[in-house]
């Protein structure tokens, strides 16, 4: 019968819960910011039939859209699944690498926002309206769930030498375990080895 595992310390329980919350809220914040900058991130505020005709115009090709937003969204759930399955300085790259996507996707929504907004007043100057464009709910989406991809990975960088890790029995094998050579245990083993052809010192003879 196998020895019983020994409970896991106050402490392993501790960082163990801190992760799966922290890779939980990363993973859900993830989705959010990718799912967001498919949608509209400003809508058209002005009159009636202008706010119609720039509303059917810009909404085709989807250029109220903020795509580099889903872009680094999807580079950041990539390198939360890298985090999941690495260990040691890969895991630690990965938490760096998912940082650095989650602050780009933060600066790329509020870059995007004044390029939406622009795009939106020349074609009301076009079309001889006047108003300007307002967020939407998906673009206070991206930026909070971008918020919150930044604190979660920040926290990664810093506590995840002391979180959980995959056990090295999920590595791939790096070759097959021979059995070690026996030696004959008297001298009529002996005998018979050399007897038999074989030499008994020879250690990796079968």
Do not use: I, N
């Not at 020895?3 to 106050?10: G, H, I, Y």
């Not at 922290?22 to 039939?49: H, P």
């Not at 021979?178 to 250690?203: C, F, I, N, Q």
């Amino acid at each position: 019968m196998a020895d019983p595992q020994p409970a896991p310390s106050p402490p392993q329980r501790t960082a163990a819960r801190g992760f799966g919350l922290t890779t939980l809220v990363a993973l859900a914040a993830g989705t959010l910011c990718a799912v967001a900058g498919t949608r509209a991130a400003v809508e058209v505020d002005a009159d009636g039939q202008a706010a119609a005709m720039v509303t059917a115009g810009t909404g085709q090709g989807d250029a109220l859209t903020m795509p580099l937003v889903t872009s680094l969204a999807l580079v950041a759930l990539a390198a939360w699944g890298v985090l999941l399955v690495t260990r040691r300085v890969v895991r630690r790259c990965a938490a760096v690498l998912a940082l650095l996507a989650s602050l780009g996707l933060v600066a790329a929504a509020l870059v995007a926002l004044g390029d939406l907004r622009a795009t939106v007043e020349d074609a009301l100057t076009q079309v001889g309206a006047t108003g300007g464009a307002s967020v939407t709910g998906w673009f206070l989406a991206a930026v909070v769930g971008g918020v919150l991809l930044v604190a979660s990975a920040g926290l990664a960088v810093v506590q995840v030498p002391g979180w959980p890790e995959m056990g090295s029995r999920y590595d791939s094998p790096t070759g097959e375990e021979r059995p070690a050579p026996t030696e004959p245990e008297s001298a009529l083993d002996l005998w018979k080895a050399m007897d038999e052809g074989h030499d008994p010192t020879d250690r990796t003879a079968p």
